[in-house]
């Protein structure tokens, strides 16, 4: 019941000793997470203790994975050295790099993506809240305890609405969570992830959000049309945004009737999909068809 991160997951967290890396691999290791690393090359040899764990730091990612066998990194490194922190990743062939930075400017972004897709390396991000898989593995800032494992597939461009649809649909629980993030460049789509979930056996409904700007939800209905045969339920932030104002992530932009709330509604519904107008009525639409199947 997964896409992407499994309890078999190896992470390695490049920042770990940093603040924020620290505080997030506590609450990773907290979740069942399969940490067996860190990566700074200022602290190689050194160990972190965890509340009586000690993880090792490396010099590399190429370190850590000969050392460990990791196939996950994340990465809590600050915007002007992620772009390094990402090509390293990927050139050490990691499968996944789970980004969390937020802030990298949007030229660093599309370097180190279209090197990941050189590599053979999945990007989720940059920033993203990261994945779970609930009761199996948590790479990233997800809260762990909101919800447990069940039939349903997210993926989200929103960190909010993530948790928020995680605990309203808390009783049903979930197959994996996908934070793609919002930024104009993200190195994994809403696509990708409903194309992972469509094989997945155990997935039995996704739901997807997304948001005003950019062109992300209408390529995903194209592509729910063609090839997705479970049921989607769909959420659009930003039905009250004002006209002619950016708001929230950096790629909710709107240029005049394309990228509306709108318009995102009424493609995915030509898909098939129910979208719902707020959080709550989402909830109740996903429960509504998964009791109607």
Not at 50 to 73: E, H, L
Not at 176 to 193: A, F, K, L, M, W
Not at 237 to 257: D, L
Request: with cysteine; proline share 6%; hydrophobic share 40%.
């Amino acid at each position: 019941m997964a896409i992407h991160l499994t309890k078999e997951s190896k992470v390695l967290v490049q920042g770990m000793t940093g603040g924020q890396g620290m505080r997030h691999t506590r609450r990773m290791l907290a979740a069942g997470t399969n940490v067996v690393g860190g990566v700074n090359p200022r602290k190689a040899g050194q160990t972190v203790d965890f509340d009586g764990q000690a993880v090792p730091v490396f010099g590399s990612v190429a370190d850590g994975m000969r050392s460990t066998g990791a196939d996950v990194t994340v990465v809590f490194v600050p915007p002007a050295f992620a772009k390094a922190a990402v090509i390293e990743a990927a050139d050490a062939r990691i499968p996944l790099a789970v980004v969390i930075t937020e802030g990298i400017p949007v030229h660093d972004t599309v370097a180190f993506t279209a090197h990941a897709r050189r590599t053979g390396t999945r990007i989720i991000g940059p920033n993203c809240p990261g994945l779970i898989t609930p009761g199996q593995s948590n790479a990233g800032i997800i809260p762990a305890d909101i919800t447990k494992p069940g039939p349903i597939g997210l993926v989200s461009k929103s960190g909010t609405l993530t948790y928020q649809l995680m605990y309203e649909l808390r009783d049903i629980g979930f197959s994996t969570c996908v934070g793609i993030g919002g930024d104009p460049v993200v190195g994994t789509s809403h696509i990708d992830c409903l194309a992972a979930f469509q094989d997945d056996p155990d997935t039995e409904l996704v739901v997807l959000i997304g948001e005003i700007g950019g062109d992300a939800e209408e390529r995903a209905a194209a592509y729910i049309r063609e090839h997705v045969t479970k049921p989607v339920v769909g959420y659009i932030a930003g039905f009250t945004a004002p006209e002619g104002r950016t708001m929230g992530h950096a790629g909710a932009i709107v240029s005049g009737s394309a990228g509306t709330a709108r318009a995102k509604q009424e493609a995915l519904e030509a898909a098939g999909v129910r979208v719902g107008r707020t959080p709550t009525e989402t909830a109740r639409l996903v429960l509504d068809t998964l009791r109607a199947g």
